[in-house]
Nanobody, 121 residues
C-alpha cells in the first residue's frame, strides 16, 4: 500500500504563495503519475495538476500560469507551487498517486489525507 504524506497547506492572503509537497512511501508498484486535486465545500473534487513519470503535465484551466507542478521521481515526491493565490483557490487539496500493477493489469489510485488551503484577507 502506498502512503502519501502531504505538507504545506495553510492560510495565505490573496496574491500570496504556498508550496505543497507530497511524499509517497515505497511500493512494490511503480508510481506512474502524481497529482493534486482539490475540493471546496459544495463542489466536486477537481483536478488541479498532474504529472507523469515521463514529465507530461496538465493543469486545470483555472490555475494555468499561476501553479506549477513538479516531481522528483527518485523521491516519489510531488510539489505544487501556488502563486498569485485567489480566494477561489480555497479548498482542501489532496495528493494523488497512480500506480500500475502489471501482474493484475490494473491501475491503482492512492490519496493523501488532504491539506487545507485558505486564501483570505
Amino acid at each position: 500500500q502506498v502512503q502519501l504524506v502531504e505538507a504545506g497547506g495553510g492560510l495565505v492572503q490573496p496574491g500570496g504563495s504556498l508550496r505543497l509537497s507530497c511524499a509517497a512511501s515505497r511500493s512494490i508498484f511503480s508510481i506512474n503519475a502524481m497529482g493534486w486535486y482539490r475540493q471546496a465545500p459544495g463542489k466536486q473534487r477537481e483536478l488541479v495538476a498532474r504529472i507523469t513519470s515521463g514529465g507530461m503535465i496538465n493543469y486545470a484551466d483555472s490555475v494555468k500560469g499561476r501553479f506549477t507542478i513538479s516531481r522528483d521521481n527518485g523521491k516519489n515526491t510531488v510539489y505544487l507551487q501556488m502563486n498569485s493565490l485567489k480566494p477561489e483557490d480555497t479548498a482542501v487539496y489532496y495528493c494523488n498517486a497512480e500506480a500500475w500493477d502489471p501482474a493484475r493489469f490494473r491501475s491503482l489510485g492512492y490519496w493523501g489525507q488532504g491539506t487545507q488551503v485558505t486564501v483570505s484577507s
